[in-house]
C-alpha cells in the first residue's frame, strides 16, 4: 500500500495461520500464511458444534474464536483512534480480480459471521465496491460521504485488482494519512515467503538470535534454505550439489506461493530430474529447498464411496493454527482420505484434503 512506510514489527505478524505437521510428537512449521479466511472456516464450526453435540458430557470444546478475535483486533484499533475519534464504520470492500490463473473473479462473498461478529462490538458495517471510495478534504476515506474508520482488507497480492475506479488509489491515499486502519495491514503478507524460515535457520546458527529463540527454531522449523533469492552464486551451487545427494531428504517450493502448487519431493523423481528440476526452478523465481518432513498419521473411520461401509484407516493431516496479535485464535484441520495415494503428499484442498475441526478435551 505504502512502499516508503517503515515496517512497524508488531504489523507484521498481527495476524497469521502457520501450517503446522506434527512429526514423531513434535510440531514443524512448515509455512506461515497470511489466510484470508478471516473469520475461520465455516466446515470446521459447523463439524466441531456436531461433535460436542454428539458427546455433551465429555467437556469437548471449541479452540478460541477466530472471528471473535479478530472483532477484538479491530475493536483495539478503533479505540486506539486513527485521527478522528475511533467512531467504529468498519468498511469491508468488495473488489474485481485476475487471479493466479489468468481468470476474472468477482471477490464478494463475505462471510455472515463476520458482518454480525463486528456488529455486535458496535461496529456500523458497510460492504462496497472500491470504485465507490473516495477522499473529503481532510484526506478521510469516504463511502457514500460517510467517513471510515477501519477497513478489513482480503487480498494479500495473489491476485491483481481490476476496475476499482480508483478506490485503491483511494486507500492508499488515506493509510497515508493516517486517517485510516487496516487490518491486517498489507506488509504482513511479508512474513508468508517461506525465505523467512531460511533466514530464520542463517540466524540461528549465526548466533544472532537468543538461546531460547534458538531452541524454538532448532526443535520446531526444519532446515531451509533459500535459492534464487540474489545468493551467492557459490554458495548456491554448493546448495545444489547437496540437493542432488540429498534429494530423498528434501522437498523444493516456491518461496512465494500459495495452495502448494509446484512442490516437488525428491524422493519422487529420479536425481537426474530433480536437480535439474530445482535448478530451472530458481532461475524463474525464488524457491526454499526444505528437510522433508514425514507427517504423522491419525486414525480416522470413513465411509467407502462404493459398498458403503466404514472403513478405517490411518491419514496424515496439518494443523494451521490461527494466530491474531500473536494469540491462539482457532484450529483448522486438513487431513488426506483412503482413495488417494499413499507416501508423501501436500496435504492441501486442491490435492484432495478434507477440513475438519479440532476439539479441545479437558485436562486430565
Not at 59 to 76: F, K, M, Q, Y
Not at 236 to 248: G, K, P, S, T
Not at 286 to 299: A, D, K, Y
Request: aromatic content about 4%; proline content about 6%.
Amino acid at each position: 500500500m505504502d512502499p516508503d512506510r517503515p515496517l512497524i514489527p508488531a504489523e507484521l505478524n498481527r495476524y497469521a495461520r502457520p501450517d503446522v505437521l506434527i512429526e514423531k510428537g513434535r510440531l514443524r512449521f512448515l509455512e506461515l500464511n497470511i489466510s484470508t479466511r478471516l473469520g475461520g472456516d465455516a466446515v470446521a464450526r459447523w463439524l466441531a458444534d456436531a461433535y460436542i453435540g454428539l458427546c455433551p458430557e465429555s467437556g469437548l470444546r471449541r479452540p478460541p474464536s477466530t472471528v471473535a478475535a479478530r472483532c477484538e483486533a479491530l475493536n483495539r484499533m478503533r479505540h486506539a483512534g486513527n485521527g478522528h475519534g475511533g467512531t467504529g464504520r468498519l468498511l469491508i470492500p468488495i473488489h474485481s480480480v485476475i487471479d493466479v490463473s489468468g481468470a476474472r473473479q468477482r471477490r464478494d462473498r463475505i462471510q455472515p459471521v463476520i458482518v454480525a461478529g463486528a456488529q455486535r462490538l458496535g461496529f456500523e458495517v458497510f460492504q462496497a465496491d472500491l470504485a465507490d471510495l473516495s477522499l473529503d478534504a481532510a484526506g478521510r476515506l469516504l463511502v457514500s460521504d460517510v467517513p471510515l474508520d477501519v477497513v478489513l482488507l482480503r487480498w494479500y497480492g495473489s491476485d491483481r485488482i481490476i476496475d476499482d475506479g480508483g478506490g485503491l488509489a483511494a486507500l492508499c491515499a488515506a493509510d497515508r494519512a493516517g486517517t485510516v486502519g487496516l487490518f491486517p495491514r498489507p506488509e504482513s503478507a511479508l512474513v508468508s515467503s517461506k525465505a523467512v524460515l531460511s533466514w530464520l535457520r542463517e540466524d540461528c546458527d549465526a548466533g544472532v538470535l537468543g538461546p531460547a529463540d534458538r531452541a524454538l527454531v532448532r526443535d520446531h522449523i526444519p532446515w531451509t534454505v533459500c535459492l534464487g533469492l540474489d545468493g551467492d552464486p557459490e554458495v548456491e551451487r554448493n546448495l545444489l550439489r547437496m540437493a542432488a545427494a540429498e534429494r530423498d531428504q528434501l522437498v523444493a517450493k516456491p518461496a512465494v506461493g500459495q495452495s502448494s502448487n509446484e512442490v516437488i519431493f525428491g524422493n519422487q523423481m529420479s536425481a537426474q530430474y530433480w536437480q535439474s528440476a530445482v535448478a530451472d526452478a530458481a532461475r524463474e523465481s525464488p524457491l526454499v529447498l526444505q528437510r522433508r518432513v514425514e507427517s504423522g498419521r491419525i486414525t480416522m473411520p470413513f465411509r467407502d464411496r462404493e459398498s458403503g461401509q466404514r472403513v478405517t484407516t490411518r491419514v496424515p493431516f496439518v494443523l494451521s493454527l490461527f494466530m491474531v496479535d500473536r494469540a491462539a485464535a482457532g484450529v483448522l484441520a486438513r487431513h488426506m482420505t483412503p482413495d488417494l495415494p499413499d507416501g508423501d503428499v501436500v496435504i492441501g484442498m486442491r490435492h484432495g484434503a478434507r477440513p475438519n475441526a479440532v476439539l479441545l478435551a479437558p485436562a486430565s
